[in-house]
């Protein structure tokens, strides 16, 4: 059994939502408790060290220190797409998760190995505000081919900068929040073997049984497997527009009551889990959102 993280992907950095109104995705991310970055348009190349292009998206974000959420706008629709945002709203109707990589070419020699066939290398590029001024945010991406992930689009970041991502002044949240806890998917009864093996090799890590689940335990964060039949259990009341899906996050706070009271003060209803409390897609912008204490 291992005992040790691999080399290259040890945590989950981020989730992601698609929207088309990040206004109102906004909103309703500060009234569930989140601070939120400004607004900051993306820039992408092909390649480490190609030209910077203008793309059709911009972000904001709740940070947390280590991982943090997604808010991915299509702001300007004519604009280029070089990493296929519109496609992939139409393709998945869960989450996108992106994996946090040491090595991001480690990452995707390592995929190709395992026959999880990748994107080349990928830079990504925004300007974001600090109280020094104007700073460059940089990474470099490899996105696992969607052949491989139909449960939602995967991909591995390595961080050049990140100190101009988790800035101080962003990690306090309202409702206590302190980092992602873990990403579920769910995928039909007689699937699920298959996607646990399929993870164990992307995440070249072990897989734990925990009730229900199949769990992948990483540095920061985990991978949680549930056949749909378990579904009721883990989220009561949910239904599923899809399967296999990367169907909620959850996220770890301080207080739990003192998350939910706030949130149902804003009035957002709550839903109790085994484990805490979740709100439902349709007042989560799309995708469950689950909390959990520290």
Known sequence: MNTEYAADIDYI?????????????????????????PVSPHHLAERPGGPLLPTCTANRCAYFGQSFIELLGIVDPAAPDPWGVHQLRQ????????????????TAERLRAAGLASTGIRALQREVSTPDGPRT????????DAAHTPEGALQATQHFTPQYVHQPRYLDHPNGAVGLHSVLL??????????????????????????????????????????????????????????PLLAA????????????????????STHTTPEGFYVTAEDAYGVPLAFTQV
Do not use: C
């Open 186 to 243: 769910v995928a039909p009864d007689d699937e699920v073997d298959g996607h646990e093996e399929r993870y164990a090799r992307i995440l070249d890590a072990d897989v734990w049984i925990e009730g229900p689940k199949r769990v992948i335990h990483l540095r920061h964060g985990r991978v949680e497997i549930i056949p749909q039949s378990s579904l009721d259990d883990v989220l009561p009341g949910h239904a599923l527009p899809g399967l």
């Open 137 to 144: 945010v940089r990474a470099d991406s490899v996105r696992i």
């Open 13 to 37: 950095d981020h989730t992601v939502l698609i929207t088309t109104d990040l206004t109102a995705a906004s909103a309703r991310y500060a009234a569930l408790g989140f601070t939120l970055s």
């Open 91 to 106: 393709t998945y109707r869960g989450l996108l998760m992106t994996l946090g990589s040491r090595d991001v070419q480690a």
């Open 249 to 268: 996050h959850t996220v770890a706070v301080r207080d739990l009551t003192a998350a939910r009271k706030l949130i149902e003060h804003n009035e957002i």
